[in-house]
């Protein structure tokens, strides 16, 4: 399995301020897969991070109020822009492997936006 | 596009005994993977089990095990001799099966609260 942290791991954040998620990884790894999960609901896949190319967003979600890096095999960051309550959840790091066909992930980062 | 369906938001069951969640899918391809994930209040997702659809014999990890019949497009998941720790949020999972080891995409459920009781 891979081991996967998250910075922060909360975090509370005013409304209009941006707060940027780091993801770091203990093996490279091809893809890393941002979710959200808002309070009491499921998971959402926010962007697919390819290290080297431009992530692939979701449906719903967009780069400006979501940028994503990925500037290596091991570490992504996701920033929440210019935040409102509504983006209060739990963001989730995942990361898959090339040898399993499962995902694993971080943590999780509690944001609370007031 | 795939969704999962889980129709039970919560379940408890008795300290020791069985419970079965249940999970529904919908997809037109016939190679995929399907997973159950736990999430306790720790908020870490933790792969309990998976089957993969080519496979006919369901899927066992210790106490846990599934029941996946793929004409029904049904993936339940069975705990038995239910213990305290098991206490926490189960999500079935989806995702297609195109040979891509873990780099796609997973479509979850609304997830199952499961309560033990002493």
């Known amino acids: 399995s891979a081991v996967i942290s998250q910075k922060p791991s909360r975090d509370i954040c005013q409304r209009g301020t941006s707060l940027t998620i780091q993801c770091q990884v203990d093996?490279?790894?091809?893809?890393m897969f941002w979710y959200r999960q808002q309070p009491g609901q499921s998971l959402t896949l926010i962007a697919t991070?390819?290290?080297?190319?431009?992530?692939?967003?979701e449906s719903g979600f967009v780069i400006d109020k979501f940028p994503i890096s990925r500037p290596n095999l091991t570490f992504s960051t996701l920033t929440v822009s210019n935040m409102s309550p509504e983006d209060s959840s739990i963001y989730l790091c995942s990361v898959g492997t090339g040898w399993s066909y499962e995902q694993y992930f971080g943590p999780g980062t509690r944001l609370t936006v007031t | 596009a795939q969704t999962v369906t889980q129709s039970q938001p919560e379940m408890s069951v008795q300290e020791a005994e069985t419970v079965t969640l249940s999970c529904t899918y919908d997809t037109s391809e016939s190679d995929y993977y399907l997973f159950w994930y736990k999430q306790p209040p720790s908020r870490q997702m933790i792969l309990v089990i998976r089957q993969e659809a080519y496979k006919q014999q369901n899927a066992t990890e210790n106490r846990f095990s599934v029941n996946f019949q793929k004409a029904a497009k049904s993936f339940s998941l069975k705990i038995s001799d239910s213990q305290l720790g098991d206490a926490a949020m189960y999500f079935c999972a989806y995702r297609r099966g195109i040979s891509n080891f873990g780099n796609e995409k997973l479509t979850f459920g609304t997830g199952t609260r499961l309560t033990i009781i002493p």
């Open positions: 991070a390819n290290q080297g190319s431009e992530a692939t967003y």
């Open positions: 093996s490279q790894v091809t893809m």
